[in-house]
């Protein structure tokens, strides 16, 4: 019996967590995949918006601002890379110049701090790249860039570190209340009991909700196809630039990453797929197409990689968090896309605030607010990079060219108190794979090291989990 499980590990679910770590309670989270962050919160745009895209009066609105603000001290503390680099909303269209006056108010109304409107030439000042059609841009300096694998990993090991629970692979299949009030949580290979549940299920929080409540609620997957730019587009742009959006959401963007690459993308496409993470020739050829609208001479010979990733849609169009009606101790926190990855930490204290009115937990006297990274030998002086190496010569050996990932970061990334157990998730700890040949190299030298420092057969190593698996056999035992 746990006082708090929460269904789902992506970026919201782990603030979430880690907020409730700070009190005298039992918290367990259940995830469906092999680790955290596989779905929505590993395949977005990775931007920390400022706040003025939401209506006013949404939760949208609301804890955009309020995530956005608390960032800074969060990242510091979870030691994660985090750089306001700000944003442009760009005009090239003197007939919509009104729009970029309509989103200075709203922000201005949700309560965004430094906006203003650039007039052409400051804007081409700022972002020389930027096509000679501009009209004028949407100043954001409060937009910033994260990482949201390294975001959701450290919220998850700040929360596991503080006595929260993960289990991997459970997938909830059912959910029933007790006559006591509790619940019971189902899953192919055991049950948990809870006295209260927080739904963070991403594109699957319509059917876990629906589990439960008489009040139906729709998630639409929204599809998001995006293009990855090599290290070698580094400064192309070096703010986050948006055109002006649409219904649809905030269109094509082009932004560095906070690691340097460039990305592009994405598109909005609903889908009634909840697993429909492939990409398409159209999609791509849109993104590319639009892009180049706002940015010359994008230098898209340089894409290392495509991928993309689904919102979750829901039909009213406003997060949904809160205590189901008919359905008490179940609390919701449903309907999260853009600008989930912003809003999350303050998504965490909203219901950290709702569990303590139900619950009135203690704090506890040790909680331990902070969490240090993987160790990176990269970004290290050379004299302290030497006596690493001497002390612990697995420092010394590059696995990965492309990122410089050591074997030492990848060694560390599977003892973790949430260690990496597979290829992509040592990825996403270690940026190993991450880089131009996107694992072409370093994949076998991952592999072994699993094989190493796990006992892990090589036929039961994944990519990614469940039936992902590399290698089908020992070539000599293989029927012929």
Same mark, same amino acid.
Request: net charge negative; with cysteine.
């Given at each position: ?90 005009? /090239?269209?003197?007939?919509? +110049?009104? %729009?970029?006056?309509? #989103? $200075?108010?709203?922000?201005? *109304?949700?309560? @965004? ?103 139906? /609620?729709?998630?639409?997957? +929204?599809? %998001?196809?995006?293009? #990855? $730019?090599?290290?070698?587009? *580094?400064?192309? @742009? ?243």
């Amino acid at each position: 019996m746990y006082d708090v499980v929460i269904i789902g590990a992506g970026v919201s679910g782990a603030a979430v967590a880690r907020e409730l770590s700070r009190y005298q309670l039992s918290v367990a989270v259940l995830e469906k995949e092999e680790d955290v962050c596989t779905g929505t919160s590993k395949a977005n745009s990775a931007i920390v918006h400022a706040g003025y895209d939401a209506e006013n009066g949404t939760l949208k609105a609301k804890l955009n601002v309020r995530g956005n603000a608390m960032m800074d001290d969060l990242c510091r503390d979870l030691d994660i890379p985090f750089m306001r680099n700000g944003s442009l909303v760009v005009c /090239i269209d003197e007939d919509h +110049r009104d %729009g970029l006056d309509e #989103l $200075l108010q709203r922000g201005i *109304r949700n309560g @965004v701090e430094g906006l203003r409107i650039l007039e052409k030439d400051e804007v081409l000042a700022m972002e020389p790249n930027l096509t000679p059609e501009t009209v004028a841009a949407l100043y954001a300096p409060s937009a910033g860039i994260v990482c949201p694998f390294e975001l959701t990993i450290a919220l998850s090991e700040n929360a596991a570190e503080n006595g929260v629970e993960f289990f991997f692979n459970k997938e909830v299949t059912g959910i029933a209340r007790q006559d006591d009030g509790t619940w019971t949580i189902e899953t192919p290979d055991g049950n948990y009991a809870a006295r209260y549940i927080i739904n963070a299920a991403g594109v699957y929080a319509d059917q876990i909700h629906n589990m439960v409540s008489s009040r139906k /609620i729709v998630i639409t997957p +929204r599809r %998001g196809e995006y293009c #990855l $730019l090599d290290h070698d587009a *580094r400064g192309h @742009v070096h703010h986050t630039v948006f055109p002006q959006p649409t219904k649809y959401g905030k269109g094509i963007l082009i932004s560095p990453t906070i690691h340097g690459n460039l990305i592009v993308g994405p598109t909005a496409t609903d889908t009634p797929e909840k697993d429909g993470t492939h990409t398409t020739a159209a999609g791509l050829a849109d993104v590319i197409a639009k892009a180049s609208h706002h940015v010359v001479n994008l230098p898209m010979n340089k894409v290392i990689t495509s991928f993309a990733g689904l919102r979750a849609h829901e039909e009213y169009g406003d997060f949904l968090i809160g205590e189901v009606e008919d359905a008490p101790g179940f609390i919701d926190v449903a309907g999260i896309e853009s600008p989930g990855l912003s809003a999350s930490p303050a998504i965490g204290e909203m219901v950290r605030d709702i569990v303590c009115g139900l619950i009135h937990p203690a704090e506890k006297a040790e909680w331990k607010g902070t969490r240090k990274g993987l160790l990176k030998p990269s970004e290290l002086s050379v004299e302290e990079r030497n006596a690493l190496i001497k002390k612990n010569p697995a420092y010394g050996t590059v696995i990965c060219r492309c990122e410089t990932v050591t074997e030492g970061e990848i060694i560390e990334s599977l003892h973790r108190i949430i260690p990496a157990r597979s290829l992509d998730g040592v990825k996403r700890r270690t940026r190993a794979g991450m880089g131009r040949c996107q694992s072409g190299f370093c994949s076998p030298k991952v592999m072994e090291i699993i094989n190493r420092e796990l006992g892990l057969p090589y036929e039961q190593i994944t990519k990614s989990g469940g039936s992902s698996q590399l290698v089908y056999g020992r070539t000599k035992e293989v029927e012929q």
